[in-house]
């Protein structure tokens, strides 16, 4: 497996990860996903990349630089066939190197909140409420 992150620039580019980011995304829609596409590549602080595997997008990472040094992960995925072979791990390292980050921060749900952890994040669960219900989030915080 030879897998590379590619920056995406162009809103062409983002829609066609759509059927993969959708895992990431509440109730998504392929509108939904748009006008989402547009938010992101107009924001100079955040980059979108593809993780390629022999030249088939496997995974899709979207990240904040909220200041040198730090990200936050705004969503990550990566296609279902692809799963548990370590691409949502790749993704995130390479970002690290690539970027010289010393701090990464994520909000997730019960779905992912392990792969946080079996990657080294320190974790703490905090209550959060949308539309009058209340849910359990966590934030995951990794130092290096």
């Known amino acids: 497996m030879e897998l590379k992150l590619i920056e995406l620039t162009h809103k062409n580019e983002v829609c066609q990860t759509y059927e993969i980011y959708k895992h990431c995304m ?7 996903f748009s006008i989402k596409a547009d938010q992101l590549l107009d924001d100079n602080a955040v980059k979108i990349f593809a ?3 022999q ?3 496997e995974g899709v990472i979207v990240v904040f630089f ?3 040094h730090k990200m936050e992960v705004v969503g990550i ?3 279902m066939s692809a799963r548990d072979k370590g691409i949502g791990s790749y993704m995130i390292n390479q970002v690290i190197k690539d970027y010289g ?4 921060s994520a909000e997730t749900d019960n779905d992912a ?5 079996k990657n080294g994040f320190s974790i703490t669960e905090f209550p959060k409420t949308y539309d ?6 966590y934030k995951c915080e990794l130092t290096i």
């Open 26 to 32: 509440f109730m998504p829609t392929e509108e939904k």
């Open 51 to 53: 993780c390629c595997n």
């Open 55 to 57: 030249d088939m997008i």
């Open 66 to 68: 909220a200041e040198q």
């Open 77 to 79: 995925a990566v296609d």
């Open 101 to 104: 980050l010393l701090y990464v």
């Open 113 to 117: 909140v392990g792969f946080y952890r």
């Open 132 to 137: 009058d219900e209340t849910v359990i989030r």
